[in-house]
């Protein structure tokens, strides 16, 4: 409507315009600025037809077609033929044929022909050589069929190899009869087909091969938007997974949305975006920056860093698990010490590893063995650490000299012995000159209890050990390894001398 009162409008003005004062600007302008307003829709309306055909195809996929591990040719190609496709069922199906260069008619023909029959008359040389030429060329059709076939599986096995992970992995298409069969080549070399695998390796193929399908057709530099995708994968094949998210995406932009960690690469966060909907009548928010109202919409994110920090855990062959974080200041400081001094000491190429709590200790070393590497576990002989260091599963797992106690390197007096025991003169001299901690009469009066024991007792809420060992740190940068007691240096000495050997 609008569009036909513009241009009757123009047209008026153009009958009228003759009859228009050429002296009389105002007039002029006047005409102008309608002219103007009246032709607004037709340009407006021609910038809108340009927009739209560059808008690219959009498609959205939240369900994915699966790849049918028995195909019945024949009755494939009928049923395309006749327009009576069951789309669920036969779409993936097709998909396959199509990326592999087949048509479902094309491979049924190559065997729609029966064996040729002897002839009545065997005896006559005319008949039986005919009869071999018959035999001959009928089974040529059949196994060009086969090699043809032959070279499909190359082709789709080395496809699934590059998105699956596994050199070893091996699919084979086989034709019997009018019946063709994805199968698997498991590692003993038995044929299982396609649907005895793992849901996840039947979902991974199927999306492969209908999206190579789709992408290089029809749907070629569309704007693909997925839905989950990779749900039924195990964790760290979905991290494999966003390879072929990248291989699709040569040809065709995609969109993910996911809820996983591992579909989000911490090399990639330049391209997430954070989606979140906190109030229905607002509507869902789509954010440029990694920030979010939200915190359970930046969970993915915080759980993909994690883990790729947590991984990092795995860099060193030689690995020495203690129970927390002022273990590993204590035992980085004193072998700081040492290796200025000349003295040997806890060897560079050895990774330590607080477990934050001497119960997880357990925990971080069979993580770390899984991965084949050398681990010693240090715990004190306190309660906890005495605990944990007759666990079954870390007994079964490391050898005795392997799991190092404290009280086995502690000289003195102190019944169930911490590390910090093995400082316990500095320590308590520290306290005093660094911090104003004065413990040094109930530790003289008291030698068999436990010195952090003694600073928590007499210190109270003001008492950290964090700040203990922090001050002891600080206090090495001026002292040597001289200046802790001849007892303390025996004791460090036997316990490097025990962490080297049990990751020699």
Not at 157 to 166: E, N
Not at 278 to 307: C, E, I, M, N, W
Not at 469 to 495: G, M, N, P, V, Y
Request: one cysteine or more.
């Amino acid at each position: 409507m609008v569009k036909q009162l513009a241009e009757r409008l123009d047209a008026w003005l153009e009958r009228a315009l003759p009859v228009i004062d050429e002296n009389n600007d105002k007039a002029e302008a006047q005409f102008d600025r309608i002219r103007a307003a009246a032709r607004y829709h037709q340009v407006r309306n021609q910038a809108w037809q340009i927009l739209v055909s560059r808008v690219p195809v959009f498609v959205y996929y939240s369900q994915y077609f699966s790849v049918r591990p028995r195909i019945h040719l024949a009755n494939l190609a009928q049923r395309q033929a006749s327009g009576e496709m069951d789309q669920d069922y036969d779409f993936g199906n097709l998909c396959l044929l199509d990326l592999l260069g087949f048509t479902a008619k094309e491979l049924s023909e190559m065997d729609s022909q029966p064996a040729p029959a002897l002839p009545p008359n065997q005896g006559d040389q005319n008949q039986m050589a005919a009869y071999r030429e018959q035999v001959g060329a009928w089974q040529a059709q059949r196994d060009k069929r086969q090699y043809e076939l032959n070279s499909a599986s190359v082709l789709l096995t080395k496809m699934i190899r590059k998105v699956w992970g596994d050199e070893q992995l091996q699919l084979r298409l086989v034709v019997d009869g009018q019946y063709l069969k994805a199968v698997v080549v498991d590692d003993l070399g038995v044929e299982v087909e396609l649907d005895q695998r793992s849901e996840g390796f039947r979902w991974l193929v199927s999306f492969f091969v209908v999206f190579h399908a789709q992408a290089k057709g029809k749907l070629n530099n569309a704007i693909l938007l997925l839905d989950e995708p990779g749900l039924h994968l195990h964790a760290l094949k979905q991290r494999e997974f966003r390879s072929t998210v990248s291989q699709l995406a040569e040809n065709n932009q995609i969109i993910y949305t996911t809820h996983s960690p591992f579909m989000v690469g911490s090399d990639e966060l330049h391209l997430v975006r954070l989606v979140e909907m906190t109030d229905r009548t607002v509507g869902t928010k789509v954010h440029g920056r990694l920030v979010s109202d939200d915190p359970r919409s930046v969970f993915p994110l915080q759980a993909a860093l994690g883990y790729d920090l947590a991984q990092s855990m795995f860099s060193q062959r030689r690995n020495l698990v203690v129970e927390g974080l002022t273990d590993m200041w204590l035992i980085e400081g004193v072998a700081a010490a040492m290796r200025e001094f000349r003295v040997v000491t806890v060897r560079d190429t050895i990774a330590i590893v607080p477990a934050q709590s001497a119960s997880k200790v357990v925990y971080y070393c069979t993580l770390l063995h899984s991965q084949r590497l050398k681990v010693v576990a240090l715990l004190d002989s306190d309660a906890a650490g005495e605990k944990a260091a007759t666990q079954d599963e870390l007994v079964r797992l490391l050898k005795s000299n392997q799991i190092l106690r404290t009280k086995d390197h502690y000289r003195g007096p102190v019944t169930g012995p911490e590390i910090e025991d093995l400082l316990r003169d500095t320590l308590v001299e520290v306290a005093r000159t660094e911090l104003s901690w004065d413990v040094t009469t109930t530790a003289a009066a008291q030698p068999t209890r436990r010195i952090i024991e003694i600073f928590k007792a007499e210190i109270g809420a003001g008492f950290s050990k964090y700040k203990l060992i922090k001050a002891f740190l600080r206090w090495l940068t001026t002292h040597e390894w001289t200046d802790l007691t001849a007892t303390e240096q025996q004791a460090w000495a036997s316990l490097t001398a025990a962490i080297n050997k049990g990751l020699s």
